[in-house]
């Protein structure tokens, strides 16, 4: 019992950073209709400009700041210089997908050419371990729950008390008609990409922060559970994905706990493929939302 | 003496290449298909085919565990690697028969290939885990090496060929003819009495079947197969090809495939070897057929050679055709 309730922990703070690239991830499909597998490789970036930054001395806190905000810039540029053009031409879906994937693996690889294929670290994370409630977690861990937690509120004040947010909102529902309200769409997607980049970015690093070592398979390992996530929770609702990334967090550490350790990630597979199956629109989508997701 | 074998392996690696991206053109430049989990099918087959010809796990000292070990002559194991891919490429057919939007079904596939590998690394009993299968007999192991890489040569040729036979079965006539009108419209070619789903299993059966032979004479040649040899992003590579060469076109892929498989990854290992990073010729490869997907995709999505849209000849009349 004493497993699960630590299993659970666990499961909380991989489930923080898991929500986070979800929502990000969630954000970018709701304004642009694409789903973005090049965001994996874009973690990975962030994560090795962050080993690159820390390496030069700088705070590991800076480090993500910094990370997420290049990944952000790389983020805008990469929608309205590749994608946007190829979805005005009335690129099909299909072919977006592939684009994104084949970017993705450039993407990856450079970084390869670059930093090399072996393991790197952000170094020993010092500072104590906290004792709550049953869960025992690292301070570095409690740290990314409440950076997660405030990103979320932080995003969630911007969707709703902002005219920026509103805007997204209405971009993210039904493009044309927001355009024909005076919405200048467009510059309204370059923020919304700038914003769930940095997400890309935070979560990278943050990745990076949490796990003993990567390589540059870092972002592809942990793309899956965030499209579950994001799936799980409603792609397109950034609430959904945070609920969604919690749920996938806890259930792959708890799952790995009870049995084989090396299936953990069979979990998060499992779900995205069985709420595809099921359900696309996911817990919280709108009925409305699946005609987006249905034969079109 | 080294070229005489770089060259075999070259054509044997075209060879297999070509069978696989002809399996997967039938799937998704003929059919509309996207099947992104096309790897695994040259993986069941591979393994099929492994399990076949090798002996009981027990032997060599047993340092492998898997199943199977039935020690089959080679074209049974053949036969037998095609008709996994076959059953593989079906049941991926299944999951993949609800109406969702082609993308969520393609990141589907892509994760159902993602999970395949992750299964079978992780369960060592089942087909040896990570580490893989090896010491896979030759059939031509008894004669002169020269001669025996030459012969494997010419099984691969000859199941090219024989491949080829059967693929324009489908590629042309009426039922490619349906095929097509499938992936341009299925809800037409629905309404027009095609029965489509029968014929989208029945393409990701034959396409499985290509890509099982494929994995099967791919692990005859290379005497082992583990799971870094079908990584899921290995479907890009063939899916490169396709759209390169000219989806929906057996010359276009075939020629795609010599593109890619053969002028550009082949050609990559040319480059001057840098000495602080060994893997860089293989890394540039991958960055090569990402960027040449997507200039494709951006410049002529057609491929090289586009497929031939039929011409039908006009009723002649008394008014030239305008």
Redesign the interface.
Known sequence: MQLIIEAIGFGIATGAVIALGAVGFSVQFGISNILNITYGSLMTLAAYVGLLLIEHGVNAWLALVLGAAVVGVVSVVYHRALLAPLVRRGTRAIAMVIVTVSAGIILQYVIVSFAGPESHSYGEQSGSTLHLIGFTLSAGQVAIIVLTASLMLGLHLLLTRTTLGKAMRATSSNRTLARSCGISTDRVSDIAWFISGSLCGAAGVALAITTVSFDFSLGSLFLIPMIAAAVLGGIGQPYGAMLGGLIVGVSSEVAAAVSNPNYKDVVAFMILIIMLLVRPRGLFGAAWSTRRLMEG | MAWEYYLVVMLVYLGTDLLAVWGLNLEFGVSGV?N?AYIVVVAAGAYTFAICTLGPSSGNGGFQTYIGGFTLPFPVALLAGALAGAVVGTLIGV?GL???????Q???M???S??VA??V??DTGFLNGSAGLALIPNPFADLDPEVARWAYVGVVALCCLIGFLVLRRFTTGPIGRTLRAMRDDDTAASAAGKNVIGLRLVVQAVGGAFGGLSGALLAGFIGGWSPSAWVY?ET?AF??CV?VGGMGSDRGVSLGTLIIAVLLLQGVQFLPQISS?P??SE??G??I???S??IF??FR?QGVLPERRPRYLRKSSSQSPG
């Open positions: 996207a992104l999951t609800k109406r969702l939007r082609q993308d969520y393609a990141v589907a892509l994760v159902v993602l999970m992750t299964v690394s992780a992003i890009l899916l490169s759209i990073s893997g860089l890394d540039f991958w960055i057929l990402g960027t997907t997507i995709i951006w999505p």
